[in-house]
């Protein structure tokens, strides 16, 4: 790599490591990958951010752990990686349905994950776990209420998991399972280890907005700045924390959100100036459940423009990235993708000297 | 800090932080303690170890999720960081009750995690979370199957949480909520971080062993030579992990374990010649519940010892660290006992040239 100078050897990334994966997976004759090298951080962290009280005589069933106490749940698990003389505005990485922050870790596959890309390319990086998922505490309390027999069944909350046979169509991998859209960029020899992401899921019975969105705020404002990108189920996340206050939010990029604001519905006026990107991968017409989603964000993106907006609506094969699945960020061309936003961040919501 | 070779800063950074602690805590006349500085790692990432599938037709209760399909439990969720031209053996950092591999990380009161610690003294570590834990899956199904009417209450899972008034004791930052043990080196000032930490337990629903024991087996095969250092409830894995097959795991650091092997019942070849430390804080004899834990493990120690082990067990207070909690690793002195701890690993867990 002799020569190339740092920039060029950014850019090179992304389909350096796709030649070794190829290699890794048994393609012939690719040339080895030389390891981005090691990662100089300047400091790296995990907090909470949020969370409520709640006191109940029903955590527990069991004679070893105390049913009485005070517990606290609605805050979010965040871990952070800072840069040496960070260039680029700090990026909040917010997943999706049944997953976790791990979503923008290591790929199923064994690649580098955005967290470590965006740090590499100037960005601090903050990953969160939504409320009530992963590191950020549920409560057990109405399972041990009905448990106890103090409490109806019908009245346990309404956690879900999502079984890989009905996801698979949600994650556009194919129309459905397990048939494979041609050009498929998910790596899905490696989906046992993606579905070990897969957790159980609260939202349901959480209040709205989700208590991630007040946390997200709280998280915003001391960043001083942040760009928040959601994926998915925490699409409209972002759009009601800046509706809630929109003090730290530098921009918003939704990827594949569930949902945007509703213009017949929604006050417009929080996203006046403030550059948005909403952004979609591949097969989305073939999709009954994402086709209406992005026609619905379509609508809402030509509203908040017209109110004086900068929004953006980006299909990914309109500039010639194709075959991305709903989990663009592990796809297989994942860096090239992370490549173009971050070119896209540092052109629309550039650090304000 | 110009003139301090690289070993000297590394040896004054416990008490350096503890400075600066007491000043962001309004310490007076402190004087600032520099920062670690940056940090390189050589790679980084997270993998799942382990996991089985399991087909339900009971994953929710919602109509945009379908209730049938298959999940994956049982895998462990692993995050790691490996130091440029790693020098000591890889640790596994495995978290105790009701708590997440958070309890490595950044401390209540915004100290370095120990996670971070022993990367910088040149240790590959990886820090987990048990199965049906943080981010690694648990499964909905017998709550929804409840919920829906179609099993009896009585057959939830005893998923419990801690209660910061009944876990205040078994932490041993009192004797009682409220009450604070003389010296104590919890830095309580920052509880309602640490209560956030805390999330359910589904480790009671679980077969004995625990999932995580096979996927800890599996783990030291691929590390090859592992040092599995253990919490609290977790105590006994590490033991169970040898027990099951002693390949890959060079040495056991039992951190104030709920229990250790009973030589009345269990067999001791396992652990013959194999380096252990069973570590414990302070006030453990003021505690109704942790004094017959550390007479239990003594007794192991010497049966271990006795079947050809070289097994030690420790009180910190006897090598002069005084005012420890159970949750030591985030304690005011968590790196001084961290300095203490890689000196013991590096001299009876060498790397064998």
Same mark, same amino acid.
């Given at each position: 790599?002799?020569?190339?100078?740092?920039?060029?050897?950014?850019?090179?990334?992304?389909?350096?490591?796709?030649?070794?994966?190829?290699?890794?997976?048994?393609?012939?004759?690719?040339?080895?990958?030389?390891?981005?090298?090691?990662?100089?951080?300047?400091?790296?962290?995990?907090?909470?951010?949020?969370?409520?009280?709640?006191?109940?005589?029903?955590?527990?069933?069991?004679?070893?752990?105390?049913?009485?106490?005070?517990?606290?749940?609605?805050?979010?698990?965040?871990?952070?990686?800072?840069?040496?003389?960070?260039?680029?505005?700090?990026?909040?990485?917010?997943?999706?349905?049944?997953?976790?922050?791990?979503?923008?870790?290591?790929?199923?596959?064994?690649?580098?994950?955005?967290?470590?890309?965006?740090?590499?390319?100037?960005?601090?990086?903050?990953?969160?776990?939504?409320?009530?998922?992963?590191?950020?505490?549920?409560?057990? &309390?109405?399972? %041990?209420?009905? #448990?106890?027999?103090? /409490?109806?069944?019908?009245? $346990? +909350?309404?956690?879900?998991?999502? *079984?890989?046979?009905?996801?698979?169509?949600?994650?556009?991998?194919?129309?459905?399972?397990?048939?494979?859209?041609?050009?498929?960029?998910?790596?899905?020899?490696?989906?046992?280890?993606?579905?070990?992401?897969?957790?159980?899921?609260?939202?349901?019975?959480?209040?709205?907005?989700?208590?991630?969105?007040?946390?997200?705020?709280?998280?915003?404002?001391?960043?001083?700045?942040?760009?928040?990108?959601?994926?998915?189920?925490?699409?409209?996340?972002?759009?009601?924390?800046?509706?809630?206050?929109?003090?730290?939010?530098?921009?918003?990029?939704?990827?594949?959100?569930? &949902?945007?604001? %509703?213009?017949? #519905?929604?006050?417009? /006026?929080?996203?006046?100036? $403030? +550059?948005?990107?909403?952004?979609? *991968?591949?097969?989305?017409?073939?999709?009954?459940?994402?086709?209406?989603?992005?026609?619905?964000?379509?609508?809402?993106?030509?509203?908040?423009?017209?109110?004086?907006?900068?929004?953006?609506?980006?299909?990914?094969?309109?500039?010639?990235?194709?075959?991305?699945?709903?989990?663009?960020?592990?796809?297989?061309?994942?860096?090239?993708?992370?490549?173009?936003?971050?070119?896209?961040?540092?052109?629309?919501?550039?650090?304000?000297?």
């Amino acid at each position: 790599m002799a020569g190339l100078s740092v920039p060029t050897l950014r850019r090179a990334w992304p389909s350096l490591r796709a030649a070794t994966i190829l290699l890794f997976l048994g393609g012939a004759a690719a040339a080895a990958e030389p390891a981005p090298g090691p990662l100089t951080i300047a400091e790296q962290g995990s907090f909470f951010v949020g969370g409520r009280d709640v006191q109940s005589d029903t955590l527990s069933t069991l004679p070893a752990y105390a049913p009485s106490g005070t517990i606290s749940v609605d805050q979010i698990y965040v871990r952070y990686q800072n840069p040496v003389g960070p260039s680029r505005p700090p990026l909040v990485l917010i997943h999706g349905c049944c997953l976790t922050g791990k979503t923008w870790e290591t790929t199923p596959d064994g690649r580098m994950g955005w967290d470590e890309f965006f740090v590499r390319r100037g960005f601090p990086t903050y990953v969160i776990d939504q409320a009530w998922r992963g590191r950020s505490a549920a409560s057990p &309390a109405q399972i %041990d209420a009905v #448990k106890m027999g103090r /409490a109806e069944p019908n009245t $346990l +909350p309404a956690v879900f998991s999502a *079984g890989r046979e009905p996801a698979w169509a949600i994650f556009r991998f194919g129309p459905e399972y397990p048939k494979v859209f041609p050009g498929m960029q998910f790596p899905l020899e490696a989906q046992a280890e993606f579905w070990k992401q897969m957790v159980p899921d609260w939202s349901a019975a959480l209040p709205v907005p989700n208590p991630t969105v007040p946390a997200l705020s709280e998280l915003a404002k001391r960043l001083k700045g942040a760009v928040l990108v959601s994926h998915s189920q925490s699409g409209i996340y972002p759009f009601q924390t800046a509706a809630l206050d929109r003090t730290g939010i530098r921009a918003i990029v939704a990827i594949e959100p569930a &949902a945007c604001p %509703d213009p017949a #519905k929604d006050d417009l /006026a929080p996203y006046k100036d $403030l +550059p948005i990107l909403v952004l979609f *991968g591949d097969y989305v017409d073939a999709s009954p459940r994402w086709a209406p989603r992005l026609k619905q964000c379509r609508g809402f993106v030509a509203a908040a423009n017209a109110a004086g907006g900068r929004a953006e609506l980006i299909l990914l094969p309109e500039i010639g990235i194709h075959g991305n699945s709903h989990m663009l960020m592990q796809d297989k061309n994942s860096l090239d993708i992370a490549d173009w936003l971050a070119g896209w961040i540092e052109k629309r919501a550039a650090v304000k000297s």
